[in-house]
Structures are given as structure tokens and as C-alpha cells.
């Protein structure tokens, strides 16, 4: 894809502007370069562009907001807004890393969906109570590992679908997902110390929701 | 006297476990740190509480999603593609380089002073307009007191025009009622009656020309050529009042509003969407 001729074209003809540092830190990255130039081709007018960026991003994306809104069609209703939205601002797109711009615009229309569902409440998350899915296992886990790690995931989850949205956010993009402090609060729009309020709350309400089952969690 | 358990407990009820969270968490330097330390080295319950935040935070950081992977494709169809580009003024709202705090900022305050312009403005032209309004409104016997209410206002009329207040053929009182409209002679006031006519009247020539054709003539009964009279409601502030001054401020309030909603819009967008 890289290597293709008309990449090289869309590339010398309308060459990106880098604005920020981070930008020019991570253009390197071969990853961040595709994005790039996928991005580029894209706000050209080439939707096969953008379509893969979606295939690239899609299931991290549904990863992220399904933690965030844990309904399956909740979630999938959020990822399809957010790839929608990342359609028509394309223009808007500033330099940087295409994947947290996406996974910006993704957490914002999960934040919207929970508002939404703040505003008419409904059965609370139905796919918790799913235990239909289990993430696999690696080959070299013995069964009691396997069934504890297991476990641990489930009630853990569990455990997330009761906080609130705003801690549940704060705490899936800074524990799961890596980001820190400040691009936490950039993304949800709050402050640096609301971010750290709403983590440290939400890491003592989960302690208070698994006091129970913390034995799985110890050693 | 309590045993030594109670006083435990009563201890640990009293520590700040958000601090034993924000130590967990590695947030603390200083003084702050310090005190979480000590407060973990010296409270069971809070080197427990540490123990298990922090066991939560590394359990949480390797957790699955909850569901596996998506069922839907969600690539666009060139079909949502050609619905989802922007079309007219929308595509020049991305370039407006504003964040999106500042954008609702700015909104929120064009909008307020856009309101609070319009609202002081109008009020206070209505207190103005009010004070003359008992003299001439023609209603209730108004007729006789107008050439004194108007005699009275002279800054008034001079705020909005250029003129003093002028009366004439006072002998003919009665038809000064500032209420009347000269039905069938438009410019009878406007064109500045001859005083040889006999007609009373008082305003300014400028305020009578802004009246437009028709408006605010009030011919004695020997008219000035004039007719036929018909009395109209009240216009208390027709006379006084400087509308035309008052109508680009309302024009200029008026689209402060309108951008500071506009803004707040694009602010909203672009919360659901940032750029």
C-alpha cells in the first residue's frame, strides 16, 4: 500500500502540514506515517482511504468503548458516530496521532451515548451479565490459572459497569488504554485534577464493589 | 474505656482514604506523600486499602473488553460518504481556529451582552417613552395638557433631533394632540406647515421627516390644508423618543445574539467531534 503510485502523488502534491511536536516526533513511526497518509488521501476525497483507517482502528476502537458503554449495540452505535464524525471533520484533523484523534472522537460520543442514557435510564449494561465471551487463553495456562484469570476478568468487569460513567471513562483511558492525566482531561473536557478525582474515586469504589472478592485480585 | 480494636477502627474511619488513593496512584510528592506513608505504615486498614487499589490498578490495565469483537462493519458506503460531507457555510466552520472552550466562551458572552444590551436599551427607552407618555397620550383628556408635556421634554427632542420644541397657533390647543394622523396628506408635517396657515403643531422637522408619510400630524381644525383628521392610538413616544438612534443598537445586540448562539453550536459540534 505504502509503495503505491498514487500514494507517492497524493503525498508530493499536497504534503501534510505538521503543527504540532508530537507530530514530527511520531511521523517516524511507520505506523503513524500510514495513518498519515491515509488521512491525507482521505480528506482528498478518497473514501477506500478512509475505509481503511476504519478497518485499522475498528475493533480497538469497539475494545475502548465497549468498556466505556458496555452494550454491545450501544457500543457499536458509538464507533459507527465516531467514524462518521471523523468523516466530516477530517478537514478539522491538526497533526498528531491519528489514533488518539479517533480515540478522542470516539470517547466523546460515548460520553454523549452515557448522558443520553442518563436522560432516559434503561436496564443497566445487559452484555455484564453475559458470560457467553471469555478472552482465550494462552496455551501454556494450566485450567486453575486459566478459570481464576478468568474469574478475576468477570467480576472486574463486572465491577466497572457499576461506577460511574465519568470514572469508568477516566479509568479505562488511564489503566487500559495508557493515556495520561492531561490528554485525559483534554479528551473529556474537564480538568487535570477533576481527571485525578474521578480515578482515585472510582479505583475506592471498585475496591468497595470487589471487598469481597478481593482474594482474587491479592498475590 | 473503648478496647484497642474500636480505637482502630474510630482511626481508620477518620483517615482520608482518597489520599491512600492518590499515594496508590503515585500522585503525591511532598508533605502529602509523606503523610499517606505514614498513614499506610501506621493504620492496617490503610496499608490494606493501598494493597488492594493498587492490585486493582494493575488488574484493571490487563482486562479484556467485556465483549468480543465488533459484529458490524462500520467502513461508509458512498452513499454515507456523500451524505456526511459538508456542504455551504459548514464547511467553514472547522476552519475557524478557535478551541472549543473558548468558542463556548466567547458564545456565552455575545450572547449575554447581546441580551443584556437589548434589555437595557429597550427598557430604558420605555422609561423615557414612559415619562412623556402621560402627556401625550391623547387619551383622557390629553388634549389640552400635550403643548405643556411637550414644552417640557425639550431634550427629548433635541436627542434625537435638532430642533427645540415649537409650537404654534396655540389658540387651536386642542387639535395638538400629538396622536393624530393626517389621513390623506402624508407630508403634512413633514414639509414643515406654513405657520400662516394657522395649524398648531410642535416636533421637529427632522423627527416628523424620519415619521415617513402619513405619521404624526395633528392639523388644527382649520386644518392647513388639511382635510380630514382621524385621531389614532396612542404613539406616546412618537414624538420624544429617538427610535432611529435605538434601531442599529437593537440591530447590533440583536446580532450578538444570534453569533454567541452560533458559536455556542459550533462549540457543541464540536464537543461531540473535536478537532
Redesign the interface.
Known sequence: MLDSPRLTLAVRRDPLIVEDLRSTTVSDDPVQRRDLILLERARGGDLDAFNDLVVVYQDQLFALIVRMVPDRDQASDCVQEAFFSAYRNLAGFRGGSVKSWLNRIAVNAAMDTQRARKRRPSQPYPELEDESWQPPAGEEADPVTTALTTERHRVLNAALGTITDDQRAAIVLFDVEGYDYQEIADMTGVSLGTVKSRIHRGRLALRDRLSDRMDLFRG | MPNDSDVRVTSHERHD??LV??L??G?LAGPDRDQAIALTQSCASCAS?H???Q???????S??????????????S?E??AS???TGWR?LV??IPLR??TTRRLGVGLATIGLAGLLIGNVSFSLGSAASAPAAAPAGGGYEQAPQAAASQPAASTAGGTESLTVRGSANGPSLAPALRTAGAPDTMGSAPSPSSGSAYFGTNDAASSRGPGVAGFPSDGGGGTSKAEPLPARPSAETTPIGGSRPLNLVFGGAIVLGLALLIVARRR?????
Open positions: 482514604p482518597m488513593a492518590a496508590a496512584a500522585d486499602l494493597a488492594d487499589l492490585a486493582i490498578a494493575r488488574a484493571t490495565a482486562v479484556p473488553p467485556p465483549i468480543a469483537a465488533p459484529r458490524r462493519d462500520f467502513r461508509l458512498p454515507q460518504a456526511l460531507r459538508r464547511r472547522p476552519s472549543t472552550a464537543g461531540s467531534a473535536p478537532l
